[in-house]
């Protein structure tokens, strides 16, 4: 096969590039303002983000935020205000929000209230021991019987409190999302030139998350502690405001530390997001360019990338733990210092007789168990905070006016005759305006006509099709369709009448069918099959299993180039458009079906305004009128003829070209077989001279340079090819291999796999996750233990100091009361630094394991063979939000969970063992309601084990179709679909929320009840402590050490039934991950086994058969046999969908054979080492992949050890690839970033960058194709 290079003109000393031109038109340099292609760009000068201008509007392209950015930018650091989080609540929500805060509230007072009966019967046993006469018995049955009211209250509406939250998040959640995407769909096409698709995906499936998680039942719980807070401050008013008064004097301390930490740990929130949107917009880019990647063997590059981000996010999460550990530690020692100072003064006013005993203890448990329990709310302030940073984006989003609103009813709907015109259009992208890409174009393309535009690569074609279809606004000029300026025209009733195909079809991860229907929703069947024999693509549809029912795949995976480019012809065709736009509509298809193709689509143009784009020049000859398109501006006009007569620039573009088929011809009829490379040598010889001698004959001038170029350009190519050894191409037939590669045949498809249920793994193993990190972890603990020793150590002092009350003497009661204020003072500086040390480090811990589990589920996702990526349920959106989902839940059963985990546990089994040593008898009637605590404790886990499996599935469904549609927001645009896939979207979140609904009401019963029944406990066990009391004389110290027992131990009881839903989250994704660890790949591409020779590049195909993992009974090869010599080229050729391919695939050992083999140098391809293979093999796709990265890193993206290979290297890659001199003429050069997917530069530019890549490797095997190529 012959490398296509394009004619490069001499360098000039200025470092611009020169071509001639016919007389009567302007000598223009190829300067860096029009070098590249028209399409969006995103500035960047030696790696530092430089602000760039759109719309009049400064935008700053980096991470920080500026006032300035009008809503470009999605990645500041701030946050909403607390009014501004709820801006998305319906009436409803309102609704249940006030009646969730009102029962919040009264579930909050509730808890005071019990305190009033506790000081009660506090001072009915003073009373006793003073010698008073009373029915203690009858007095405990009474406070036993309150405790059951305060418990059926608790019931009531602690259920309210957590059900109505929950409803009124989870519906919130369901309108941001839905808001969100869709503003996300109606954004201007500039917007997405400067926000990575990948981000705003990753951003709306995580960020919408943390807002609901904000906004939801955390919100319930932190009323209900405000309210207790309030509620005993204002008991602790009546029963004692002095002391009171005392209490809440250092209250500011404590409030004063939660907001300036909750302002904090919201901008580190608003940090790590950041962080891990970058990663998760990398692990797309990956999962959706898999097969460049294990081509180019650069798992471990994507990887190291990907860890970057994760690394980011990971020190911003330990910066969160710190904070947080502070705030806490800070808030504990302060609460500490209140009881130190609360109990001395109480005791001081109990000694002046102002109190009693039991008011002390009112005043006291009122007043600092509602300020404890406000300080437990840590983790509710912080997910709040968290919510608020989260939120800022997303709202920020939804809010963006766009620049042209593509879902607006605004505009004028006027008939579309397709009389269009470019009236001295300027034009610059968003992201780039320095470089301008249009310069006074003007060209008028009459109502039924067709117009062809040609020229270089990157000189404005592509850019006249985007302002047609007003992705873009022109910045100076106008377009005018029928005489109206298009601004003036409704953008969707615009873009109905327009039909587009490119040269890099875009299909949905739908059936053939529903694809060819996007171009037209009301069409009907026999207009679906009419559109697709127009477009030739009826017969391969026929003859597959389901027909036009056959899904296509992600991106059309299932389907070849040629097929998939068929098909968005058919879906194009049948929208009959006024206008159609063919921007390289035949480029993936085979001659033989180009030919009917093209004729179809000759046919197609009749009667309706069509714009061709066309790097061959052959498809364009029956134009009604051509346009030559050079630095931004219309350089000749006019039809074939005329334009050939002219002997301009149209002219030298078809002498080029036809040089190059006639090349191709002569090999093709001179040789049927294989060919060395000295025969073509002398081939390529002799026929240059033939050509130079009829060219010469003119005597022109145009015509010498024209043979020198071509003398140049052969030259160019022969230093190419020899680089290779072996070249498998897929363009023109060289040998007779149709008759060998099979047809599809019509037999029936096999149901795709379904995902496997999840394995619940043992606790054992989720905790092996953590390993590095037990010494952590273990010292977290131990910390931990201490910080939960708190609730023991208050029972025992306060029963000390309530013993001292007992004493007759003032001064040895005030004495021992000083000690235990000291030793209350101890207690709470020891405790506040047991808890920084051991939130700092389960952050460490924690966010380590969330790094380690997201690059071992990349890694791990790398690894599988191709066909795991062709399943439907692998999708790219739903592996990203698994990737992100999956890792961060993990976190609910380990490390950060094990810090609050190890202290409620600590507290219960510390209070347990109090409250046996002091009585028995209590103890043994609270373990008595241990087992209804488990029941509602394993309903809330069971239920909630089904609701989160099944909701985590569906939204990964929706979040694959929100992937699909951001990624290909043009083509979305194009074909107006932007309602459909918002409409599917919306219907796929209505799964996951009614079955959240539904979770919502068992989370508020069991909360409910776990809140009731440790108040009947607590009944029970005064009632108990009341008979204790008259039969055995239990004293008034071990009863109150009891009792405070069992009250922690309920608070106990309480916080470790709330850890259960994200326990089972947590069982279950890390159920998903091991799974995803388990899997052993057919292909293993990390495997170290297998021969690593050199090879040759022999290549044989033996009796191959082969079927694709997703449809198992359609055969694509049978018993293919070839056998292809070291240092030969060979065309695979045949009809799309034949099998060509495929063959390609299995060189690359993407896929094993299913019968037969394939050998290289005569050795079995599976013996050799997978890593070592593909690095000896160069590949250029059809529709050739680039990742956002300078060209540079581009190039060397193939390379292992990219310091090995110089600079003349790379250039020298790019010379024999023809893109040399116009990396050159860029501002940054081979620093110039590619963007998405190569989205800022031409077709034919990515293809030669592509090629540059192959070449620079050195292969020994060289697949290639160059379709986009002009």
Same mark, same amino acid.
């Given at each position: 096969?012959?490398?296509?290079?394009?004619?490069?003109?001499p360098?000039?000393?200025?470092? $611009?590039?020169?071509?001639d031109?016919?007389?009567?038109?302007e000598n223009?340099?190829?300067?860096?303002?029009?070098?590249?292609?028209?399409?969006?760009?995103k500035?960047?000068?030696?790696?530092?983000?430089?602000?760039?201008e759109?719309?009049?509007?400064?935008?700053?392209?980096?991470?920080?935020?500026?006032s300035?950015?009008e809503?470009?930018d999605?990645?500041?650091?701030?946050?909403?205000?607390?009014s501004q989080?709820?801006?998305?609540?319906?009436?409803?929500?309102w609704?249940?929000?006030?009646?969730?805060?009102?029962?919040?509230?009264?579930?909050?007072? *509730?808890q005071?209230?019990?305190?009033?009966?506790?000081?009660?019967?506090?001072n009915?046993?003073?009373?006793?021991?003073?010698?008073?006469?009373?029915?203690?018995?009858?007095?405990?049955?009474?406070?036993?019987?309150y405790?059951?009211?305060?418990?059926?209250g608790?019931?009531?509406?602690?259920y309210?409190?957590?059900?109505?939250?929950?409803?009124?998040?989870?519906?919130?959640?369901?309108?941001i999302?839905t808001?969100?995407?869709?503003?996300? #769909?109606?954004?201007?096409?500039?917007?997405?030139?400067?926000?990575?698709?990948?981000?705003?995906?990753?951003?709306?499936?995580?960020?919408?998350?943390?807002v609901?998680?904000g906004?939801?039942?955390?919100i319930?719980?932190l009323?209900?502690?405000?309210a207790?807070l309030?509620?005993?401050?204002?008991?602790?008013?009546i029963?004692?405001?002095?002391?009171?008064?005392?209490i809440?004097?250092m209250?500011p301390?404590?409030?004063?530390?939660a907001?300036?930490?909750?302002?904090?740990i919201?901008?580190?929130t608003?940090?790590?997001?950041?962080?891990?949107?970058?990663?998760?917009?990398?692990?797309?880019?990956?999962?959706?360019?898999?097969?460049?990647?294990v081509?180019f063997g650069?798992?471990r590059?994507?990887?190291?990338?990907?860890?970057?981000?994760? @690394?980011?996010?990971?020190?911003?999460?330990?910066?969160k733990g710190?904070?947080?550990?502070f705030?806490f530690?800070?808030?504990?020692?302060?609460?500490?210092?209140?009881?130190?100072?609360?109990?001395?003064?109480?005791?001081?006013?109990?000694?002046d007789?102002e109190?009693n005993?039991?008011?002390?203890?009112i005043v006291?448990?009122? /007043?600092?168990?509602?300020a404890?329990?406000?300080?437990?709310?840590?983790?509710?302030?912080?997910a709040?905070?968290s919510a608020r940073?989260?939120?800022y984006?997303?709202?920020?989003?939804?809010e963006r006016k766009?620049?042209?609103?593509?879902?607006?009813?605004?505009?004028?709907?006027t008939?579309?005759?397709?009389?269009?015109?470019?009236?001295?259009?300027?034009f610059?992208?968003?992201?780039?305006?320095?470089?301008k890409?249009?310069?006074g174009?003007?060209?008028?393309?009459k109502?039924?006509?067709?117009?062809?535009?040609?020229?270089?690569?990157?000189c404005?074609?592509?850019t006249?099709?985007?302002?047609?279809?007003r992705?873009?606004?022109?910045?100076g000029?106008?377009?005018?369709?029928?005489g109206v300026?298009?601004?003036?025209?409704?953008?969707?009733? #615009?873009r109905?009448?327009?039909?587009?195909v490119?040269?890099?079809?875009?299909?949905?991860?739908?059936?053939?069918?529903?694809?060819?229907?996007?171009?037209?929703?009301?069409?009907?069947e026999?207009?679906?099959i009419?559109?697709?024999?127009?477009?030739?693509?009826?017969?391969?549809i026929?003859?597959?299993?389901?027909?036009?029912d056959?899904n296509?795949?992600?991106g059309?995976?299932?389907?070849?180039?040629?097929?998939?480019?068929?098909?968005?012809?058919?879906?194009a065709?049948?929208?009959?458009?006024?206008?159609?736009?063919?921007?390289?509509?035949?480029?993936a298809?085979?001659?033989?079906?180009?030919?009917?193709v093209?004729?179809a689509?000759?046919?197609?143009?009749l009667?309706?305004?069509?714009v061709?784009?066309?790097h061959r020049?052959?498809?364009?000859?029956?134009?009604?009128?051509?346009?030559?398109?050079?630095?931004?501006?219309?350089?000749?006009l006019?039809?074939?003829?005329? #334009?050939?007569?002219?002997?301009?620039?149209?002219?030298?573009?078809?002498?080029?070209?036809?040089?190059?088929?006639?090349?191709?011809?002569?090999?093709?009829?001179?040789?049927?077989?294989?060919i060395?490379?000295?025969?073509r040598?002398?081939?390529?010889?002799?026929?240059?001279?033939?050509?130079?001698?009829?060219?010469?004959?003119?005597?022109?001038?145009?015509?010498?340079?024209? /043979?020198?170029?071509?003398?140049?350009r052969e030259?160019?190519?022969?230093?190419?090819i020899?680089r290779?050894?072996?070249?498998?191409?897929t363009?023109?037939?060289?040998?007779k291999?149709?008759?060998?590669?099979?047809?599809?045949?019509?037999?029936k498809?096999?149901?795709?796999?379904?995902?496997?249920?999840?394995?619940?793994?043992?606790?054992s193993?989720i905790l @092996?996750?953590n390993?590095?990190?037990?010494?952590?972890?273990?010292?977290?603990?131990?910390?931990?233990?201490?910080?939960?020793?708190?609730?023991?150590?208050f029972?025992i002092?306060?029963?000390?100091?309530?013993?001292?009350?007992?004493e007759?003497d003032?001064?040895?009661?005030?004495k021992?009361?000083?000690?235990w204020a000291?030793?209350?003072?101890?207690?709470?500086?020891?405790?506040?630094?047991?808890?920084?040390?051991?939130?700092?480090?389960?952050a460490?811990?924690?966010?380590?394991l969330?790094?380690?589990?997201?690059?071992?589920?990349?890694?791990?996702?790398?690894?599988?063979?191709?066909?795991?990526?062709?399943?439907?349920?692998h999708s790219t959106?739903?592996?990203?939000a698994?990737?992100?989902a999956?890792?961060?839940?993990v976190?609910?059963?380990?490390?950060?969970?094990l810090n609050? #985990?190890?202290?409620?546990?600590v507290?219960?089994?510390s209070?347990?063992i109090?409250?046996?040593a002091?009585?028995?008898?209590?103890?043994?009637l609270?373990?008595?309601?241990v087992?209804?605590?488990a029941?509602?404790?394993?309903?809330?886990?069971?239920?909630?084990?089904?609701?989160?499996?099944?909701?985590?599935?569906? *939204? $990964?469904?929706?979040?694959a179709?929100?992937?699909?549609?951001?990624?290909?927001?043009?083509?979305?645009?194009?074909?107006?679909?932007?309602?459909?896939?918002?409409?599917?979207?919306?219907?796929?979140?209505?799964?996951?929320?009614q079955?959240?609904?539904?979770?919502?009401?068992?989370?508020?019963?069991?909360y409910?009840?776990?809140?009731? /029944?440790?108040?009947?406990?607590?009944?029970?066990?005064f009632?108990?402590?009341?008979y204790l009391?008259?039969?055995?004389?239990?004293?008034?110290?071990?009863?109150?050490?009891?009792?405070?027992g069992?009250?922690?131990g309920?608070?106990?009881?309480?916080?470790?039934a709330s850890f259960?839903?994200?326990?089972v989250?947590a069982?279950?994704?890390?159920?998903?991950? *091991?799974?995803?660890?388990d899997?052993?790949?057919?292909?293993d591409?990390?495997s170290?086994?297998g021969?690593?020779n050199?090879?040759?590049?022999d290549?044989?195909?033996?009796?191959?058969?082969?079927?694709?993992?997703?449809?198992?009974?359609?055969?694509i090869l049978?018993?293919?046999?070839i056998?292809?010599?070291?240092?030969?080229?060979?065309?695979?050729v045949?009809?799309?969908g034949?099998?060509k391919?495929t063959?390609?695939?299995?060189?690359?050992?993407?896929?094993?054979?299913?019968?037969?083999e394939?050998?290289?140098?005569?050795?079995?391809i599976?013996?050799?080492?997978?890593?070592?293979?593909?690095?000896?093999?160069?590949? /250029?796709?059809?529709?050739?992949?680039?990742?956002?990265?300078?060209? !540079?890193?581009?190039?060397l993206?193939?390379?292992?050890?990219?310091?090995?290979?110089?600079?003349e290297?790379?250039?020298?890659?790019?010379?024999?690839?023809?893109?040399?001199?116009?990396?050159?003429n860029?501002?940054n050069?081979?620093?110039t970033?590619?963007?998405?997917?190569?989205t800022?530069?031409?077709g034919?530019q990515k293809?030669?960058?592509?090629?540059?890549?192959?070449l620079? !490797?050195?292969?020994?095997?060289?697949?290639?194709? !160059?379709?986009?190529?002009?």
């Open positions: 096969m012959t490398e296509e290079n394009e004619n490069v003109p360098d000039n000393t200025d470092g $611009s590039v020169s071509i031109v016919p007389d009567g038109y223009k340099a190829y300067t860096p303002e029009y070098i590249m292609e028209d399409v969006p760009r500035t960047e000068v030696n790696g530092n983000n430089v602000a760039t759109s719309n009049g509007k400064v935008i700053d392209d980096g991470a920080s935020s500026s300035n950015n809503g470009n999605l990645r500041s650091q701030s946050v909403v205000s607390v989080l709820f801006r998305y609540a319906s009436t409803t929500d609704v249940f929000m006030f009646f969730a805060s009102i029962s919040a509230c009264i579930n909050g007072v *509730l005071p209230v019990s305190f009033i009966i506790f000081g009660e019967l506090i009915d046993f003073v009373d006793e021991d003073s010698g008073k006469t009373i029915d203690l018995n009858k007095e405990m049955e009474k406070f036993g019987i405790y059951v009211y305060i418990g059926l608790a019931i009531v509406f602690g309210f409190q957590n059900m109505l939250w929950l409803r009124a998040s989870i519906n919130q959640a369901f309108r999302r808001l969100a995407f869709e503003s996300i #769909l109606k954004q201007d096409i500039g917007f997405f030139d400067t926000n990575d698709a990948g981000e705003l995906s990753s951003r709306l499936a995580d960020g919408v998350t943390k609901q998680n906004i939801g039942d955390k319930g719980s009323q209900h502690a405000i207790m309030v509620g005993g401050i204002i008991i602790g008013f029963y004692g405001w002095k002391l009171t008064l005392v809440i004097a209250s301390l404590l409030f004063i530390g907001f300036a930490t909750g302002k904090v919201g901008m580190i608003s940090q790590e997001q950041t962080s891990y949107a970058k990663a998760g917009s990398i692990a797309e880019e990956v999962l959706s360019s898999i097969r460049t990647v081509a650069s798992e590059k994507e990887i190291d990338r990907y860890r970057v981000n994760l @690394k980011d996010a990971e020190k911003a999460g330990i910066r710190l904070s947080t550990g705030a530690a800070l808030f504990n020692s302060t609460l500490f210092g209140c009881m130190a100072l609360g109990f001395w003064y109480g005791g001081t006013l109990i000694g007789g109190i005993a039991g008011d002390l203890l006291f448990f009122s /007043v600092m168990i509602g404890n329990q406000f300080g437990q709310v840590g983790p509710n302030i912080e709040f905070s940073g989260a939120a984006t997303i709202f920020k989003l939804i766009p620049v042209i609103d593509s879902l607006t009813d605004a505009g004028e709907k008939k579309i005759e397709g009389d269009i015109k470019f009236v001295d259009c300027q610059s992208y968003p992201s780039r305006p320095d470089i890409i249009l310069r174009l003007n060209l008028n393309i109502p039924g006509t067709t117009c062809a535009l040609v020229g270089e690569s990157g404005g074609k592509s006249t099709v985007k302002l047609i279809q992705f873009y606004d022109a910045a000029g106008r377009v005018q369709i029928d300026d298009i601004k003036r025209i409704n953008v969707k009733h #615009l109905k009448h327009i039909g587009v490119s040269q890099e079809p875009v299909l949905f991860d739908a059936s053939i069918k529903k694809n060819i229907l996007m171009g037209h929703p009301e069409a009907t026999d207009m679906v009419e559109a697709a024999k127009n477009a030739n693509a009826h017969d391969f026929s003859k597959l299993p389901q027909g036009y056959t296509v795949g992600e059309g995976a299932q389907l070849s180039g040629g097929q998939k480019q068929r098909i968005a012809i058919a879906r065709l049948v929208r009959d458009p006024k206008i159609l736009l063919l921007d390289e509509a035949t480029s298809l085979d001659t033989g079906s180009e030919a009917i093209q004729a689509l000759d046919k197609a143009s009667g309706r305004t069509t061709i784009i066309a020049l052959s498809t364009v000859k029956n134009a009604d009128s051509i346009a030559v398109v050079s630095a931004g501006q219309v350089s000749e006019g039809s074939h003829k005329e #334009l050939m007569d002219k002997r301009g620039e149209y002219f030298k573009l078809v002498m080029l070209q036809n040089f190059e088929e006639q090349e191709e011809e002569e090999l093709n009829s001179e040789l049927g077989s294989v060395s490379e000295s025969e040598e002398e081939i390529i010889a002799r026929k240059m001279m033939r050509s130079l001698s009829q060219l010469s004959n003119t005597g022109s001038e145009t015509d010498q340079q024209l /043979v020198k170029e071509l003398i140049d030259i160019t190519h022969r230093k190419s020899r290779v050894k072996s070249t498998v191409g363009q023109k037939q060289v040998s291999l149709d008759r060998q590669l099979s047809q599809t045949k019509e037999v498809e096999e149901e795709l796999p379904e995902d496997e249920p999840v394995q619940i793994p043992p606790i193993r @092996k996750l390993a590095k990190e037990w010494p952590y972890i273990v010292t977290g603990i131990f910390f931990s233990a201490i910080a939960g020793t708190m609730p023991v150590l029972a002092i306060l029963a000390e100091i309530l013993q001292s009350f007992a007759n003032p001064q040895e009661m005030e021992k009361m000083e000690f000291i030793m209350f003072m101890v207690i709470g500086l020891v405790i506040g630094v047991a808890f920084f040390i051991a939130q700092y480090l389960f460490k811990a924690g966010e380590a969330t790094t380690r589990l997201r690059e071992m589920a990349f890694t791990s996702l790398l690894r599988q063979e191709i066909g795991y990526f062709d399943l439907p349920q959106g739903a592996l990203s698994r990737l992100s999956d890792a961060s839940a976190q609910g059963a380990t490390s950060t969970r609050t #985990l190890t202290q409620v546990v507290t219960g089994l209070s347990l109090v409250a046996f002091y009585s028995w008898q209590l103890s043994l609270v373990l008595a309601f087992p209804f605590i029941m509602f404790g394993a309903i809330q886990t069971s239920l909630n084990t089904s609701f989160a499996g099944d909701a985590q599935k569906k *939204l $990964s469904q929706a979040g179709i929100s992937t699909e549609a951001i990624m290909q927001i043009r083509t979305v645009a194009s074909l107006g679909k932007e309602d459909f896939f918002f409409d599917k979207y919306k219907s796929l979140l209505m799964g996951p929320t079955g959240s609904r539904k979770g919502a009401h068992i989370y508020g019963i069991a409910g009840f776990s809140i009731g /029944v440790m108040l009947f406990s607590n009944g029970a066990c009632r108990l402590g009341g009391a008259e039969r055995d004389g239990l004293s008034l110290s071990s009863i109150v050490k009891v009792i405070i069992i009250q922690f309920a608070m106990t009881a309480g916080q470790v259960a839903p994200d326990y989250k069982k279950t994704a890390a159920g998903r991950i *091991l799974a995803l660890f899997r052993k790949p057919a292909i591409s990390y170290t086994e021969i690593k050199e090879i040759k590049g290549i044989t195909f033996t009796d191959v058969e082969f079927t694709y993992p997703t449809r198992q009974n359609v055969p049978q018993k293919l046999n056998k292809i010599p070291r240092g030969r080229t060979v065309a695979f045949g009809a799309s034949c099998g391919s063959s390609v695939s299995l060189l690359e050992r993407f896929y094993e054979v299913a019968g037969g394939v050998l290289i140098d005569d050795i079995p599976k013996d050799y080492n997978i890593r070592a293979l593909r690095s000896q093999i160069g590949i /250029v796709q059809q529709e050739p992949v680039l990742f956002d990265r300078s060209i !540079r890193d581009n190039i993206y193939g390379i292992e050890d990219p310091s090995q290979i110089t600079q290297q790379i250039e020298e890659a790019c010379r024999n690839s023809n893109i040399h001199h116009v990396i050159m860029l501002p050069g081979y620093d970033k590619v963007g998405d997917k190569g800022l530069i031409s034919g293809q030669r960058i592509a090629i540059a890549r192959a620079i !490797r050195n292969p020994k095997i060289f697949d290639r194709r !160059r379709r986009f190529l002009s």
